[in-house]
């Protein structure tokens, strides 16, 4: 049954174009996933029609019974599954998570660290083009050459010049753990906050697949989107909660208040307005999934397909970033392969393989061009896809990047796209 079907057909055609699209074609973006049918119902739901301003029990709006319910699981499931003392699972997205954590943590015109853009960073972490670039001092730290992992002699000796009073870790090309002790070890030398942005390996974090950074760092940020497989937005963390060492006091009692309320109080009203309740609750039922034995099993195979994807294309010469993955995400250098990043996206996805181009370290090329592709597993995994399907995956690659301009090759390997995808069905049950 569709309503939208009568009342908006324009609207109702782009919708099941954009099924088909999803089930039809190789979903290799890798912060990309696919949510299950509970999730994208309660995302649909009608908590979009509450405003609910405040926190449960403390909203500025009436009617908000059911929604603080949903609300309060959401952060008790995501405290369960990140062992965390704190939750905030109002950000609208994880660009919004990390503003208000920078906001709650330095000042404007202070100095932060994060990993460079172009290593493998997050526009958020610095980027000039970006509001975190524009308001504070930024000092960008990078991969080693060799080795294509953070440089902490480089990490070092920029924090002991620089003395940032925060350091960003984490990125979202970056295809190793995120290094939380060692950043650490940094941010305790020249007493600054370290806050870990794990928007990518959330999944595999809470599922124990990833080092976690909750023994390590003041502050967490994440996406619920990408391996965490939820409804699209952000969320704030902290392994545990402490008075704030910035002096600021409630007015009324003159309590030193904590970091948790300072936080929750630069998500809203100092960043957000209205919470997005339907966004909330589908976080709750899709925090649920993750918390059952079956997502563990999920987030196995999704690192599982990766690596046998490294595998496959080291053998087939292609340079991988790192030379390899721990996580979810393939970084490959196409430069011996004598091909952009941007003309192996473009060719790639006339065969229904969806990618996304990507600056390697130390990149000669535009960020509109760049000589890499990033890959990714968690949405084929979510279909079902395991090791071998993998390596038929590579071999479509590896046979279209030899090729690009054979036609024949193209269509013969958007047919094996298609006969694969439809081995493994997607959102069937939308097109009943
Ligand atoms: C995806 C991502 C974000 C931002 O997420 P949006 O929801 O797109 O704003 C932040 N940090 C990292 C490292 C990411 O990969």
């Not at 405040?54 to 309060?72: I, L, M, Q, S």
């Not at 003392?85 to 660290?113: C, E, R």
């Not at 950043?183 to 990518?200: Q, R, Y």
């Not at 060719?347 to 000589?371: C, H, Q, W, Y």
Request: hydrophobic letters at 40%; glycine letters at 8%.
């Amino acid at each position: 049954m569709s309503y939208l079907k009568d009342a908006d057909p324009e609207l109702f055609d782009i919708l099941y174009r954009e099924i088909d699209r999803e089930s039809s074609t190789l979903e290799l973006i890798a912060s990309e996933n696919f949510v299950s049918y509970p999730v994208l119902e309660m995302a649909g739901g009608v908590m979009t029609n509450k405003y609910a301003e405040g926190y449960p029990g403390k909203r500025y709006y009436g009617g908000c019974e059911h929604v603080d319910e949903a609300e309060n699981l959401a952060r008790d499931r995501a405290k369960e599954l990140f062992n965390a003392a704190y939750a905030n699972v109002q950000p609208h997205s994880g660009s919004q998570a990390n503003m208000a954590a920078l906001f709650t943590f330095v000042k404007t015109g202070d100095t932060i660290m994060g990993l460079d853009l172009a290593h493998g960073g997050h526009l958020t972490h610095g980027s000039p083009v970006n509001f975190s670039g524009k308001l504070f001092n930024v000092v960008s730290y990078q991969v080693d050459r060799e080795t294509g992992r953070v440089n902490f002699d480089d990490v070092h000796e920029l924090a002991r010049a620089h003395k940032p009073k925060l350091i960003i870790c984490g990125g979202s090309a970056y295809p190793r753990f995120i290094e939380f002790e060692a950043f650490k070890n940094v941010a305790d030398e020249v007493g600054a906050f370290l806050m870990a942005d794990i928007a990518h390996p959330a999944g595999l974090v809470a599922t124990g697949l990833h080092p976690s950074p909750m023994p390590y760092c003041d502050v967490v940020t994440t996406t619920t989107h990408k391996t965490l497989r939820g409804p699209r937005g952000g969320m704030i963390l902290m392994g545990k909660d402490y008075p704030n060492p910035f002096g600021i006091v409630a007015p009324k009692s003159g309590r030193v208040k904590n970091m948790s309320e300072l936080i929750d109080s630069m998500v809203m009203p100092g960043i957000q307005g209205g919470p997005l309740m339907h966004i909330i609750a589908a976080k709750a039922v899709a925090f649920g999934e993750a918390l059952k034995p079956e997502f563990k099993q999920y987030t196995i195979q999704v690192v599982a397909n990766a690596k046998r994807i490294a595998e496959e294309l080291l053998k087939k010469d292609y340079n991988l970033v790192s030379g390899g993955t721990d996580t979810h995400v393939i970084l490959i250098d196409l430069t011996n392969k004598g091909i952009t990043g941007k003309a192996a996206e473009n060719v790639l996805e006339k065969a229904g393989i969806t990618v996304n181009k990507n600056m390697v370290p130390f990149d000669d090329r535009s960020p509109f061009i760049t000589s890499g592709l990033r890959i990714g597993t968690p949405a084929i995994t979510t279909r079902g896809m395991k090791e071998d399907e993998m390596t038929m995956i590579c071999n479509m690659i590896d046979q279209i990047i030899n090729d690009i301009n054979n036609d024949e090759v193209i269509n013969s390997v958007k047919n094996s796209v298609k006969e694969l995808c439809e081995t493994f069905p997607l959102y069937d049950d939308l097109r009943n």
